[in-house]
């Protein structure tokens, strides 16, 4: 049975567009607003990353972090996580959900009664940003076995042959981290640049669905639109802190940007 993150891909291929995947930190500004937000993008937004909330994200800039921080303060935990995505996941059941986190919450909990919880909560996919291969092999397989999907990391420093390996034990997603940076850094290379190095990696399994993250924002994902998918995370936590600051709706303001980021993949030019 293919899963829902396989069924996104070929519906978006078919319609001759990258996915649009979307990244906000679940409890951010509130538990209540988090989940009226992706309900409110998972209209626009292909596949959907929710952050379970770390007090020390270190490959997360400012504006994740920020997040981050804000859903903690508001005393949110991994249970309220797993809330969220069961509530989300009974309005929206065919809509692709990933959690995107560290390994220390998960050790914490352990790895069995985590992924007991994901399965039960509904979650499709998981990534965990400091696990890397061929560590995070034993937990992959865990997730396999639940038909959760394990996304791999890939970056512009990975080996040729590692790399081969990488794919190899993939599941349905790859993720491209497009540059050296923490999330959020304005592009360091060029549209072009990334995706000469992007169509490197699709020769090694052009079957393979891969997706570029990091530094994508609205006035760059119509230049990557060759790509299978685009993640688009800081701009989102960017568009909550300022909506807070200016004392305006976060999830209207959210609807409005994913809407249009949405229309910029669509466009053909």
Request: glycine share 6%; hydrophobic share 35%.
């Amino acid at each position: 049975m293919k899963s829902k993150i396989r069924l996104a891909f070929e519906k978006c291929k078919k319609e001759k567009r990258p996915a649009l995947i979307t990244y906000t930190v679940a409890g951010d500004n509130t538990k209540k607003n988090s989940l009226k937000i992706l309900n409110s993008i998972a209209k626009y937004a292909d596949i959907l990353e929710l952050g379970f909330p770390h007090n020390t994200p270190i490959a997360d800039g400012g504006q994740i972090q920020g997040s981050s921080h804000r859903a903690l303060k508001n005393g949110i935990r991994l249970k309220d996580v797993f809330q969220i995505v069961k509530s989300f996941k009974k309005t929206n059941p065919l809509k692709p959900l990933i959690l995107m986190g560290y390994y220390n919450l998960i050790y914490q909990n352990k790895e069995n009664n985590f992924l007991n919880k994901c399965k039960s909560s509904g979650v499709d996919g998981l990534i965990v940003v400091d696990l890397p291969w061929p560590e995070n092999k034993n937990l992959s397989n865990k997730c396999k076995k639940k038909s959760i999907n394990f996304i791999q990391l890939v970056s512009p420093t990975t080996s040729k042959d590692r790399m081969k390996k990488i794919i190899r034990d993939s599941h349905d997603m790859i993720y491209y981290i497009s540059m050296l940076s923490t999330t959020g850094g304005k592009l360091k290379v060029s549209p072009r640049k990334i995706l000469e190095n992007y169509k490197k990696i699709k020769k090694l399994n052009s079957n393979k669905n891969l997706v570029i993250g990091f530094g994508i924002t609205n006035k760059t994902i119509s230049s990557l639109k060759t790509a299978d998918g685009l993640v688009v995370g800081s701009q989102l936590c960017k568009t909550i802190t300022d909506s807070i600051k200016k004392r305006q709706n976060p999830v209207t303001k959210l609807d409005k940007l994913v809407y249009s980021l949405k229309n910029k993949i669509l466009w053909i030019g």
